[in-house]
């Protein structure tokens, strides 16, 4: 009993050596984790079976050449493409850039809204919202309005804020948009 355990033993870190020289990995995804290999991994049965073009008996790596032996250690990483179908950088994409917004006109009594322009600087379209400031001669604030569009990816979009009353325009002075429209 003792030589059969002997040799179960024997056997098993031979084909544990075979599997690390080869650089198949025993928890393999389907990936091959070896340069030089173009499928996927799997383990070996039988060590008379050489996929690989040189011999890597020494355990060292030779810098990147189709024979050359390469183990990724770092196997947590191998399911981001999979698991998340975007790499994980849904968070990065849906991050927009502040458009910008220019002055057209601002409110009259015959015309109570100022009219923008809201440029988009991203690749992407988006929603913006565009906040003015209706001023009276003084300065001081008839009131504020926000009005919340939708700009194409690098695209310019004109812009009706109204005023809540009609009324209120004949007190408006001149207006003032925020530079900036965040995106929503």
């Not at 544990?16 to 290999?37: N, P, Q």
């Not at 039988?46 to 060292?60: E, I, R, V, W, Y």
Request: aromatic content about 8%; charged content about 20%; overall charge negative.
């Amino acid at each position: 009993m003792d030589r059969r355990g002997q040799k179960l033993k024997f056997a098993a870190v031979a084909v544990f050596v075979v599997l690390a020289l080869t650089g198949f990995s025993t928890t393999s995804k389907g990936r091959g984790h070896s340069s030089g290999h173009s499928g996927g991994g799997g383990g070996c049965s039988s060590s008379s079976q050489n996929h690989d073009s040189s011999s890597s008996t020494s355990g060292s790596t030779s810098g990147g050449s189709s024979g050359s032996t390469y183990h990724d250690y770092d196997d947590d990483d191998d399911y981001t493409d999979d698991t998340y179908g975007d790499g994980g950088s849904s968070s990065t994409s849906t991050t927009l850039r502040d458009a910008t917004v220019e002055l057209v006109d601002c409110a009259t009594p015959s015309e109570p809204y100022a009219t923008v322009e809201v440029t988009n600087p991203n690749a992407t379209g988006g929603y913006f919202t565009v906040t003015v400031d209706f001023l009276d001669a003084g300065s001081g604030r008839v009131e504020e309005q926000n009005e919340e569009t939708y700009v194409e990816g690098n695209g310019t979009a004109t812009v009706r804020v109204d005023l809540s009353a009609p009324a209120g325009a004949t007190k408006v002075d001149h207006c003032d948009p925020q530079p900036y429209a965040p995106a929503r």
